[in-house]
């Protein structure tokens, strides 16, 4: 694939790199890159990128066609490119970030039609998350089953990314959550999450912030993002989980700990059924 090509030229040899499928028929492309400050240009090809960090703390710009995207972003953020468009990725600081390349023979077979998808800047998108986390287990433990885990993982992110191109959002509404509100919201709850012994924000101190009502906030908050707020509150626990898996010597009863759930096993259980791996699991292949 040109777009793999183009990034190991930009940022050296990756960590690992598994190619699914044989030469010009290969349906993806699994690798995994660790590295400071960069500069990544790579030209408009027929692959479809998803890129999802494993690092907390990167300022990135990303410049998708005519979208630009600048943030500080944390462990688990989604970036999808389409196929036929060109990227343009600045990062300061480490990075550590998975790639996942799609050849679009692939997406449209998987798909059963002509597969299309938006270029997504989303932090959040869980089901791209996990998708991508049950794929850096299987590129690096290599269990026997492990193979049909990696079709597995290529297979759902192509349902994703059709899901995402065939939703319509709803027209927002009057009084709905405006982009200050929902910075402002993030902010809390990346308060609670960065620091566990203040407990989750609750629906009245979320609301509060945005200058709603509890009940409005709710309708707001789900149609911005697709999710409750426990569930998005949840889902940053599990984000902040990824990089702390990642730290040598981080027992995943310590991640529970610091990432506030009550007790381990209500962690792992947590994540296993958000991610569809284990936090052990996802710990062994981080920690390479």
């Not at 960590?15 to 290969?26: A, D, K, T, W």
Request: proline share 6%; with cysteine; aromatic share 4%.
């Amino acid at each position: 694939m040109k777009a793999v090509t183009e990034t190991i030229s930009a940022l050296g040899t990756p960590i690992f790199m598994q190619v699914v499928g044989e030469g010009p028929s290969s349906a993806a492309t699994i690798a995994r890159w660790r590295h400071n400050e960069s500069e990544v240009n790579v030209a408009a090809s027929d692959t479809t990128l998803v890129a999802v960090s494993l690092q907390d703390g990167q300022r990135v710009k990303q410049q998708v066609g005519q979208d630009v995207v600048s943030r500080t972003i944390r462990a688990g953020s989604v970036l999808v490119v389409p196929a036929h468009q060109p990227i343009n990725v600045m990062i300061e600081g480490e990075a550590d970030i998975l790639q996942i390349f799609l050849s679009m023979a692939f997406l449209d077979s998987a798909t059963e039609g002509n597969f299309a998808c938006p270029a997504v800047f989303d932090p959040h998108d869980g089901e791209l998350q996990a998708a991508a986390m049950a794929l850096l287990v299987a590129a690096t433990r290599q269990d026997p089953d492990d193979p049909l885990l990696t079709e597995s993982g290529i297979h759902r992110i192509a349902a994703r990314l059709q899901n995402l191109a065939d939703y319509r959002p709803p027209r927002p509404r009057r009084g709905g959550l405006g982009r200050s509100a929902c910075r402002r919201v993030d902010d809390l709850i990346a308060a609670a999450v960065d620091d566990t012994t203040a407990g989750s924000p609750t629906l009245a101190q979320l609301a509060s912030v945005t200058n709603l009502s509890v009940d409005h906030f709710i309708r707001a908050f789900r149609q911005q993002t697709g999710v409750t707020p426990h569930r998005h509150m949840v889902r940053c626990r599990l984000e902040r989980a990824i990089a702390l898996l990642k730290k040598p010597g981080k027992s995943v009863a310590e991640v529970a700990d610091e990432t506030g759930f009550a007790t381990p096993a209500h962690f792992v259980a947590t994540f296993r059924r958000a991610m569809g791996v284990t936090p052990g699991a996802v710990r062994a292949a981080l920690v390479r």
